[in-house]
T-cell receptor, first 114, second 112 residues
Framework: AQSVTQLGSHVSVSEGALVLLRCNYS??????LFWYVQYPNQGLQLLLK??????LVKGINGFEAEFKKSETSFHLTKPSAHMSDAAEYFC????????????FGTGTRLTIIP | KAGVTQTPRYLIKTRGQQVTLSCSPI?????VSWYQQTPGQGLQFLFE???????NKGNFPGRFSGRQFSNSRSEMNVSTLELGDSALYLC???????????FGPGTRLTVT
């Protein structure tokens, strides 16, 4: 079975500061990992995905994440926070291609301080 | 391409009633998945359909059911609604050859 744990349900950073959202996974098979963002009253938007190619994955809006097998982590970072980054972020894991079930973490609400 | 559309966007039902939600995937996408989002339980997988067949199912009671049509459009049905079924129901579609799921805006169901 697959699972993800997001550390910190709320994270606040100042505008221009580094954003770091933590995600650790558990998987019995090589995982496929994703980060999604959800703005108020909207669905989920895919930020980036890891599918066993490069361990450093670049996504949209300046976000990137690094897959670290030894630490079972897939943390999301952005060098400089922008006010528009305020949203809820979800880490998710999928077992394999063709198994479309995503298991989500509990989410991290990111607040940007002006 | 148009994104995933879900109708209706908002719905209010009474306990004991049934409800049907609709999802139109992105053109060309053959897989449709449904998720329930609540403040207490977070995002939970309901089921996934591919080429009109249920390929995967989450841990929900039989009151929750779904189907997919030949044009890939999908519906989910919840019978005998309970207060705890109040949630945002999200639909996601994906093409057959990638791992990416594209989500619709959701249907917010309120059961009173």
């Amino acid at each position: 079975a697959q699972s993800v744990t997001q550390l910190g349900s709320h994270v606040s950073v100042s505008e221009g500061a580094l954003v770091l959202l933590r995600c650790n996974y558990s998987s019995s098979v090589p995982p496929y990992l994703f980060w999604y963002v959800q703005y108020p009253n909207q669905g989920l938007q895919l930020l980036l995905k890891y599918t066993s190619a490069a361990t450093l994955v670049k996504g949209i809006n300046g976000f990137e994440a690094e897959f670290k097998k030894s630490e079972t982590s897939f943390h999301l970072t952005k060098p400089s926070a922008h006010m528009s980054d305020a949203a809820e972020y979800f880490c998710a894991v999928s077992a394999s291609f063709g198994n479309e079930k995503l298991t989500f973490g509990t989410g991290t609400r990111l607040t940007i301080i002006p | 391409k148009a994104g995933v559309t879900q109708t209706p966007r908002y719905l209010i039902k009474t306990r004991g009633q049934q409800v049907t939600l609709s999802c139109s995937p992105i053109s060309g996408h053959r897989s449709v998945s449904w998720y329930q989002q609540t403040p207490g339980q977070g995002l939970q997988f309901l089921f996934e359909y591919f080429s009109e067949t249920q390929r995967n199912k989450g841990n929900f009671p039989g009151r929750f059911s779904g189907r997919q049509f030949s044009n890939s459009r999908s519906e989910m049905n919840v019978s005998t609604l309970e207060l705890g079924d109040s949630a945002l129901y999200l639909c996601a579609s994906s093409p057959w050859d990638t791992y990416e799921q594209y989500f619709g805006p959701g249907t917010r169901l309120t059961v009173t």
